[in-house]
């Protein structure tokens, strides 16, 4: 007997069956059953046809291999299908997991999203934060501090050899991600232009990965005082971060700490360092240490510009709730380090030519800043000046001398 006989046959059992049963539930039953399949088969077709278009399109739909989806889907499919009902079974973690990404890529509203898919929004606006905190869970291993000095080494060794900065032991940067007044939410998200945003705050290692990333510290604080209260830095006050010891800079003699490579927006510390501010007159020393800390910080913005030109759900504002939005953020940083670092996904993710490059002091733009215009990146912090300790700007200083003898490159005067 063939297959479809079969399938027949016990087709027809069940029906009768279910024939002998009240007349209401019988319809019920059926009902849901026949969209329960049709829901199925669509979201068979959907991935068949996703797959076999010579990958292209399903790495632009993803933004990652195939092999990383089905690793990623197998990681979580329990997972996304747990706690459902009959009717939400009816959307396989497949399409959850393809629908997420989307959402991630496009930022599209779920009401537009729901006619590509054929799901209504109610379900989408339910499964996307679910996948989105299964996606954290099995990748934030990859976002994560250094622990041992051997590590923060590591890290300042990249930034020397590609930045000619020493003792640098990352790149930190705040923005703004945007969001659309979300319901019940009082004012402690409102930022100082009186929209709402959450914060994200990250430090960005010499290879483009977070390794640090707080989103949505700001809780009503003013913008300097945002990253006094992430636990990076009350851990770096602490002095529990296993940070290297002090030592002298290249053919030097004054001790230095490490540091990390900051904005205006934050305060000078011994341990975060930020360019002069004011105007300094061309070629001057200020002007040399403000460009060198520049391109130290280029790696930061890089990451910044990829991930929010990837994921494109970061550069419009969010229409949901502030814990939402957070998990949101969270799962696009915890994606873009597992693409970087997978082997199938990294060349779709950041293919050469991604990133900023530099010739001799000359910049060559990388492909994320093409057709981006003016709104390449996302909202910076506020600056607030304020004063900093003598020795935080006796360390500065020493930078600065270094940068200017033993430490110049060749070209800095054309561009200080
Ligand atoms: C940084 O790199 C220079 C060469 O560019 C090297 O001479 C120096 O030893 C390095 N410094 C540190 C602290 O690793
Ligand atoms: C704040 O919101 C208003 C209206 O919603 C908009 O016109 C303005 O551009 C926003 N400002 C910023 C800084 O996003």
Redo the contacts with the bound molecule.
Sequence with gaps: MADDDVLVISTAAFIVIAGLSKRKKKKRWRTTKIYRNRLVTRGKLFLNDLMQEDGAHFRNFTRMSSDDFFYLLESIRDKITRSDTHFRKAITAEERLAITLRYLATGDSFSSLQYLFNVSKQVISKFVPEVCKEIINTLSQHVKVPSTTVEWLKI??KF??TW?F??CLGALDGKHIPLQCPINSGSIYYNYKSNFSIVLMALVDGDYNFIFVDVGCQGGVSDGGVFKNCQLYKDMEKNILKFPGCSP??GRNKEMPYVFVADEAFALTENIMKPYSGRHRKGSKERIFNYRLSRARRIVENAFGIISAVFRVLRKPMLLEPETAKVVVMATICLHNFLRKSHSSRNIYTPDGTFDKEKNGKIIPGSWREGNGDKSSLAPLENVPRKSSISAQNIRAEFTDYFCSHGSVPWQNDYA
Aim: aromatic share 0%; proline share 22%.
């Design positions: 300042a060794e020397n050899e000619n020493p003792h800079l290249p």
